[in-house]
């Protein structure tokens, strides 16, 4: 199952695109004049029940203008890449291609040094004049966060990275004022991915930060004593995005009113690929 911290960049990547824009470049991948970013379907398998393995990449983006367009296969690592990966990026890479029709570029995002060294490894094919190697940023490749255009989320990515430290008052303020600067829902969905992988005492500062600094009404909303409410109302709209929820469950969160255990089954929620896995003990 993904991490958070892996699910928290796949999300950034989505929700960013001139993001992606500005990290392809960096990696000296061409892109069409005025090419506008649109996600494509990550499963790149075939559909067929008899499949035994399914092909899905983290993120898949079609960057098109009027008389080009490029294919990236945006992969997330969090340590060193096994060998299905390997095995798993050339597939993706030639499987884009041959559903656009188009140049098609593996891109992986490493969130530590382990990562990128060992995702920016030549790989072989067997094939004669056939060998990959990714092109690969992240953890110490990355600019410094800031600015309007994309600083919540490259600001994300650096807490992912653990680049940025929020031991510091200086940093989790700093962290706290990026995240301002894009849409309330993504900032919601930004603000728990952090407060999920922070130590509790990291958490709390930043609980303390956003209810009498940054003054969130967000935040107000969530970790105030006795607001298990609307803390229920957000969980129910983020697993509606996400799973088919039955009526049994639906009632089990509006009908809990503990706001730390409807916390609990958010930060499970984040990274959970099925509905069982958010309310595990």
């Known amino acids: ?16 695109p001139q993001l992606l824009v500005m990290l392809l470049g960096r990696l000296g991948v061409r892109l069409p ?17 008899d ?5 899905i990449a983290d993120n898949v983006f079609v960057f098109r203008s009027p008389d080009k367009q490029v294919a ?15 095995l798993a990026w050339p597939a993706y890479l030639t499987i884009t291609r041959a559903i656009h ?11 530590s040094a382990d990562a990128v060294r060992g995702s920016a490894q030549l790989i072989p094919t067997g094939h004669p004049d056939f060998s990959l190697r990714p092109k690969v940023t992240g953890y110490g490749l990355l600019p410094a966060p800031g600015g309007a255009a994309f600083g919540a989320g490259l600001t994300l990515i650096k807490v992912m990275t653990r680049e940025l430290d929020l031991t510091t008052h200086d940093a989790r303020m700093f962290t ?13 969905l930004y603000t728990r ?5 922070v130590p509790p005492s990291i958490r709390k500062e930043l609980n303390k930060l956003m209810s009498t600094v940054i003054k969130d009404p967000f935040m107000d909303r969530l ?16 697993l509606d995005s996400r799973f088919d929820v039955p009526e049994s469950r639906r009632k089990q969160i509006q009908d809990c009113t503990d706001a730390g255990r409807i916390e609990t089954w958010f930060g499970h929620a984040l990274a959970a690929t099925d509905l069982d896995q958010v309310f595990a003990d």
């Open 72 to 86: 990236v296969v945006f992969e997330v690592q969090t340590s060193r890449p096994k060998q299905d990966r390997q």
């Open 101 to 111: 029709k188009c140049d098609t570029v593996l891109c992986v995002i490493g969130l």
């Open 33 to 49: 004049s005025g090419a506008v970013a649109d996600a494509a379907d990550r499963v790149l398998s075939s559909t067929d029940p």
């Open 223 to 238: 970790i105030a004593k006795g607001k298990a409410i609307e803390a229920a109302h957000l969980l129910l709209q983020f």
């Open 1 to 16: 199952m993904p991490g958070i911290r892996h699910q928290a960049v796949v999300q950034v990547l989505r929700d960013e």
């Open 193 to 197: 991915y952090i407060r999920a992988v």
């Open 51 to 55: 499949r035994l393995k399914e092909v």
């Open 176 to 188: 706290l004022t990026s995240l301002m600067t894009v849409p309330d829902q993504q900032r919601e």
